[in-house]
C-alpha cells in the first residue's frame, strides 16, 4: 500500500564519496585557514549566526576565539598578527544537522520515479549490512558532513552491532548516535528488555565530551509506549520519528490502517485476532505522557493534528512540546521529496512551533531523499527554506541550523554563534557583495572551513591547542 508519494530525482553520489575508506578524504578535510595562535582579523562581506546579521563586518580572532565581531569602523584597527581579507565570503558559525542517516550516504540520492513502495523497498535492499560496508557508508557521511559546513550530527544508527555509532565516535564530528530499536505487540518485551541491557553493550563505543549515544525508538507506529519508558528510564540522549505521516495517527488512536497492515504482514507482532494494542491517543500526546519525562528530540513533526481537530488543540500541543523542553528536527528537503504536506493538509508547522516556544532545528535524513551528492548539510536547507520565507529575520534560520540543533543534541549553543569566545568551527561561504546577507540564501556554493571542527568546544569544554600548519600561514579566499 503506497503511503508516502516521493517525487524527486537525484544523480549517483560521485565515487570519491561512496567508495569509502579508512582514511580522511583530502578532498573533503577540514582545514584550518586561521592560524591557532596569535591574534588574526578578517574582513568580511557579512558575518551572521543566531543573533545577528553584519554588513560588512570584522571578526576579531586570538588563539582561536572569538573575541569581538562588529562593523570594520566599531573594531577599529586593532594590533593584529594578520589581516585576511574576504571581500566576497560570508562568515558563519559551523552548522548542527539534528537529523541523519549517515549510513544511508552510500547510496547516494535515489529517484522515486516508481513510488514511495518501491522506492523504500531499493533502500532497504541496498542498505550496508556487512560491518566494513557500513563503516564505509558512515565515513562518507562524515566526509560529506564537513563538505557541508557541519559539525555536529544526531545520526540515526541503524545498526545493533554499533559499528555505525564507533565509526562516528571515532570522527572530529560532535553529537549523538541514536542506536535504534523495534518493538511494538508482540516484541515489546524483548525490545524493553534489550534497552536495558544496552548500558553495558554502549560501553564498547568511546563516549567523549561533545560525542553521546542516544536510543531512538523508531516511531509510535513501530514501538509501544513501554519501550519509549524504557528508553527515556535509561537517562541517555533520546530520539524518535514523531507525526511523521498521516497513518502514523491512525494507528495510534484506532488501531488500524496501514500501519496495522504492515505489522500484520512481518507477523510475531499482533495477537491472535490481527490487532495491536494502541494508547488511543494522537502520537505526540502519548509521547508527551511518557513517564518519565525526558527532553525528546523528536523528527519532522509533519501532521501534528488530525483533520477533524481543531486549530485549538494544535495549538495546545505545541505549547505543550515547549514546556516539555522537546526539539523538532525538521528536514525540509526530504519532507518534499516524500511527498509532503498531502493534497489537503497543510504545510508543516515549523513557524507556528516557533512562535510557540519549540525549538526546531534542521536536519538533511538520508543522502536518498537529497539532491546535493556531493554534501551533506543544513547550509542547503536553510537556502530551500529561504524561498518561501523572504520575509523571516535571516537569524531565524541560523539559530534553526545551529544552535537549535545544539540545544537538541545537549551541546553547548554559545560554541554555534559568533560571541566572544571558543567557537566549535567557523565557515566562509562565497556570497553577493552587493547583497551579502541574501547572498548566502542564494548562492549555491559550499562552505569552506577556517577553523575547526572541535568537539571539545562544541561542548562546552575550552579551546583545543591547535598547532598552525605551514599553509595556514597565508590565507587565500
Not at 565581531?69 to 598578527?81: C, H, K, L, Q
Not at 491512525?250 to 500501519?259: E, V
Not at 507556528?352 to 542547503?380: H, Q
Not at 571539545?456 to 590565507?475: K, L, M, N, Q
Request: charged share 20%; net charge negative.
Amino acid at each position: 500500500m503506497r503511503l508516502l508519494e516521493c517525487r524527486s530525482s537525484g544523480g549517483s553520489l560521485p565515487r570519491r564519496l561512496w567508495k569509502g575508506s579508512a582514511e580522511p578524504l583530502t578532498s573533503l578535510e577540514p582545514r584550518d585557514a586561521i592560524p591557532g595562535q596569535g591574534r588574526v582579523l578578517l574582513r568580511a562581506a557579512a558575518a551572521i549566526d543566531a543573533s545577528q546579521a553584519i554588513a560588512p563586518a570584522a571578526i576579531l580572532v586570538e588563539d582561536a576565539r572569538i573575541v569581538a565581531v562588529d562593523a570594520p569602523a566599531a573594531i577599529g584597527a586593532p594590533r593584529v598578527d594578520q589581516i585576511i581579507e574576504l571581500p566576497t565570503e560570508l562568515v558563519c558559525p559551523a552548522m548542527v544537522n539534528a537529523h541523519a542517516h549517515l549510513d544511508l550516504t552510500s547510496l547516494g540520492p535515489m529517484p522515486c520515479e516508481a513510488g514511495f513502495d518501491a522506492w523504500l523497498e531499493e533502500v532497504r535492499t541496498r542498505r550496508p549490512t556487512e560491518t566494513a560496508a557500513i563503516a564505509d557508508a558512515v565515513r562518507a557521511g562524515i566526509d560529506a558532513s564537513l563538505a557541508g559546513g557541519v559539525v555536529a550530527v544526531g545520526d540515526i544508527s541503524g545498526d545493533r552491532g554499533l559499528v555505525a555509532a564507533s565509526t562516528l565516535a571515532e570522527s572530529d564530528l560532535a553529537g549523538t548516535a541514536f542506536v535504534e530499536f523495534f518493538g511494538i505487540g508482540g516484541r515489546v518485551e524483548a525490545t524493553v528488555s534489550a534497552i536495558r541491557r544496552f548500558g553495558r553493550e554502549a560501553s564498547a563505543v568511546r563516549e567523549s565530551p561533545g560525542f553521546r549515544l542516544g536510543i531512538q525508538p523508531h516511531a509510535p507506529y513501530s514501538c509501544g509506549p513501554a519501550v519509549y519508558a524504557a528508553a527515556a528510564e535509561t537517562g541517555r540522549p533520546v530520539s524518535t520519528h514523531l507525526a511523521e505521516t498521516p497513518e502514523e495517527a491512525i494507528f495510534t488512536t484506532t488501531g488500524t490502517g496501514p500501519f496495522l497492515e504492515l505489522l500484520q504482514r512481518i507477523g510475531g507482532i499482533t495477537d491472535d485476532a490481527g490487532a495491536v494494542a494502541v494508547s488511543g491517543r494522537h502520537p505526540i500526546d502519548q509521547l508527551l505522557e511518557t513517564s518519565p519525562a525526558a527532553r525528546w528530540l523528536v523528527a519532522h513533526l509533519n501532521y501534528p493534528a488530525m483533520p477533524a481537530e481543531d486549530e485549538d488543540v494544535r495549538r495546545r500541543r505545541f505549547e505543550a512540546l515547549a514546556r516539555a523542553g522537546f526539539t523538532v528536527a525538521f528536514c525540509p528537503r526530504a519532507s518534499r521529496f516524500l511527498g509532503h504536506p498531502r493534497p489537503g493538509r497543510n504545510g508543516h508547522p515549523w513557524r507556528s512551533l516557533l512562535e510557540a516556544g519549540v525549538e526546531v532545528a534542521l536536519g538533511t535524513d538520508g543522502m536518498p531523499c537529497l539532491d546535493t551528492p556531493d554534501r551533506l548539510g543544513t547550509l542547503d536547507e536553510v537556502r530551500f527554506l529561504r524561498d518561501g520565507a523572504r520575509d523571516l529575520d535571516p537569524t531565524v534560520l541560523l539559530r534553526m541550523a545551529t544552535t537549535a540543533g545544539a540545544i537538541g543534541l545537549g551541546l553547548d549553543p554559545a560554541a554555534f554563534t559568533l560571541e566572544p569566545g571558543p567557537v566549535a568551527g567557523l565557515l566562509a561561504i562565497a556570497t553577493d557583495p552587493a547583497e551579502p546577507i541574501e547572498g548566502l540564501f542564494t548562492g549555491r556554493s559550499t562552505p569552506r572551513w577556517l577553523l575547526g571542527p572541535d568537539r571539545g568546544i562544541a561542548a562546552g569544554g575550552p579551546a583545543s591547542d591547535r598547532v598552525p600548519s605551514a599553509s595556514s600561514d597565508i590565507i587565500s579566499p
